[in-house]
Structures are given as structure tokens and as C-alpha cells.
């Protein structure tokens, strides 16, 4: 089955065009099933490139979904036109009476300050608090990740002494998680961040899994049974020049910017990278996705209601 989303939502011409099949709201609305519902709160800076990434990830499941965009209502991007936000994104006070069988928050170019220091970190927290009783399933990446830990469990972040970035081999904890079923034992991650979260610091007795990690790049991915919610320090999701285009940006404000490690091939930015992180993106995202449908309640009125 497609994913749903808006008629006119740039991602549609580059999924339609990549084969993934994409369902028109027009004709969405004629089927007679209810598709699960899967919210995404968009933090990062290229929005749209954002969302192609997340619903080429969703949409390539079987099963029929909608995807809803959400924005901050108390932040204006500076990087996304106003009339794409105006014409796709729902503010999360216009939502948050609904109810969400998903929910995904992005990453953030904000990890280098202090969590109370940034601008819309009440209504982050009224968010995260709401996931609680109006979502099935959360799935928080890269600083939504971090936040997420810190604000539910006091989990503090580190900064690093440079950025981490990169493609790093990881290692599959807990193989029998129903989150890593068909992953590699090993399995390579796409890295960009300046600060991370220590499996040392994670507090006892709160029922969190380490999923996934890396010798070199630490913490990859934790589960959080307690708040039904999978915490990725890493982006999984990222395109294949997403790290190039990001080097290419650093570089410009300071040429003495590392290449990404592992990316491209002989280090040499001129070559194009090859991917080698798809497949196990699109595992993830299933089985996400597969053990949400299995648990989520038919009448969406019946989320958060034990």
C-alpha cells in the first residue's frame, strides 16, 4: 500500500519518481480503511529535504499510512519558505487534541547549546508530555533523541572535542529486539552531531536498552519501553550526498573542516559515496512501523488510554 501525503508536497515528484508508491489525498479519501496516522515534527533546517527522507523510509511499508507535517508554533525556520510551511505543515497547537498511532521528531542544529537555553524548549517538553497520551509509538532522532532522554530520565549530553562525522560501523546489542530483526550483526550509521549520551549515564531501574552502538561513535540506539519511544543518536534516514552537502557547507566556513570518515571513497570528496546504510534503513523504519500496527488500537480515540 502508498503513503499518503499532500497532493502537492515536493517529496512526491522525487518518490513518484524513485518508484515508491504515493497515494493522492484525492484518492486516498475513497478507500474504505483507516490508514495509521504518523506524525512528523520537523526540527531540522532543509524541511523539505527532511521529509522526502522520512516518508521514502515510512512509504516503503505495505501497509496504508498518512503522514501529517508539524511545525513549532513557537519558532519561525529561517532556512524553509513560509509558504511551503503555510501550505504543508500543521502547527502542533492545531493537533494537539489528535491522536497519533506515530510519532517522529527530527534532530536539530541546536546541540551545542544547553537545553533550557533554546527558544522552544517549553513547547518541546509540552510535546514530548503529549506523546504520552496522544501517541501509539515515538521515534526521536539525533537531538530529539538526547532531549528526549534528558528531559524524561535527566540523562545529560557531552560535548565533543570535534564533530563526529561520518559512516561508522555499529553493532546489533540485543539481536532478539523486535527493532533489529533482519539487521546485520554489524551494520553501518551515518554520524553528524557535536555531543553525545554515555550508555554510563543512563540511569538503572528506568527499563532503557542499548539496541545498537559503535566502538568509535558510542550510542546509536536505545529503547524506551516506559514512554514506548526508540531514541537514534544517528541518522539512518540521511540521503547519500546528506553528508556531503553538509561537508561541503562546513568546509565553506572553515576549510580546515575533516572529510567525513568511511564516506567517500579513498577520502577524496571529488568521488561520489556510495551508500551502504540504505537497507538497513528501511529495516528499522518496518519494523517500527510492523510493531506499531500490531499494538496500535483500531479506534484512534482508544491511544493513550492504557
Given at each position: ?9 515536493p517529496a512526491t515528484r522525487i518518490l513518484d519518481a524513485e518508484g515508491v508508491m504515493v497515494m493522492r489525498e484525492t484518492d486516498a479519501v475513497r478507500q474504505d480503511i483507516r490508514p495509521l ?33 508539524v511545525r513549532l508554533a513557537s519558532h519561525v525556520s529561517r532556512n524553509t519558505a513560509e509558504d511551503h510551511l503555510e501550505a504543508f505543515y500543521r502547527p502542533w497547537d492545531q493537533v494537539r ?210
Amino acid at each position: 500500500m502508498p503513503i499518503k501525503i499532500p497532493d502537492d508536497l515536493p517529496a512526491t515528484r522525487i518518490l513518484d519518481a524513485e518508484g515508491v508508491m504515493v497515494m493522492r489525498e484525492t484518492d486516498a479519501v475513497r478507500q474504505d480503511i483507516r490508514p495509521l496516522r504518523i506524525g512528523l515534527l520537523n526540527l531540522m533546517p532543509d524541511k523539505p529535504s527532511t521529509e522526502t527522507q522520512i516518508a521514502r523510509l515510512i512509504g516503503a511499508t505495505p501497509l496504508q499510512l498518512e503522514l501529517t507535517l508539524v511545525r513549532l508554533a513557537s519558532h519561525v525556520s529561517r532556512n524553509t519558505a513560509e509558504d511551503h510551511l503555510e501550505a504543508f505543515y500543521r502547527p502542533w497547537d492545531q493537533v494537539r487534541d489528535e491522536r497519533f498511532d506515530g510519532f517522529i521528531i527530527t534532530g536539530a542544529p541546536v546541540e551545542r547549546m544547553d537545553y533550557e537555553e533554546v527558544r522552544y524548549w517549553p513547547e518541546l517538553t509540552g510535546i514530548l508530555d503529549w506523546t504520552q497520551t496522544h501517541v501509539h509509538r515515538l521515534f526521536n532522532i539525533c537531538w530529539a533523541a538526547q532531549a528526549a532522554l534528558y528531559h524524561f530520565h535527566g540523562v545529560p549530553k557531552h560535548m565533543l572535542p570535534a564533530k563526529a562525522s561520518g559512516v561508522y560501523p555499529h553493532r546489533v546489542r540485543v539481536p532478539t529486539s523486535p527493532y533489529m530483526r533482519g539487521l546485520s550483526d554489524g551494520f553501518a550509521v551515518p554520524v553528524s552531531r557535536w555531543s553525545e549520551v554515555r550508555a554510563a549515564d543512563l540511569p538503572a531501574g528506568h527499563g532503557l536498552e542499548v539496541l545498537a552502538d559503535s566502538e568509535v561513535s558510542g550510542l546509536c540506539l536505545v529503547a524506551d519501553p516506559a514512554h514506548h519511544a526508540l531514541h537514534m543518536f544517528n541518522h539512518l534516514e540521511y540521503d547519500s550526498q546528506t553528508l556531503a552537502n553538509e561537508y561541503a557547507r562546513d568546509a565553506a566556513a572553515d576549510p580546515a573542516t575533516p572529510v567525513p570518515a568511511h564516506y567517500f571513497p579513498g577520502d577524496d570528496p571529488a568521488l561520489p559515496p556510495v551508500n551502504s546504510w540504505r537497507s538497513h534503513a528501511h529495516l528499522l523504519f518496518g519494523n517500527w512501523i510492523n510493531e506499531m500496527y500490531q499494538s496500535t488500537p483500531f479506534d484512534l480515540a482508544a491511544i493513550g488510554r492504557g
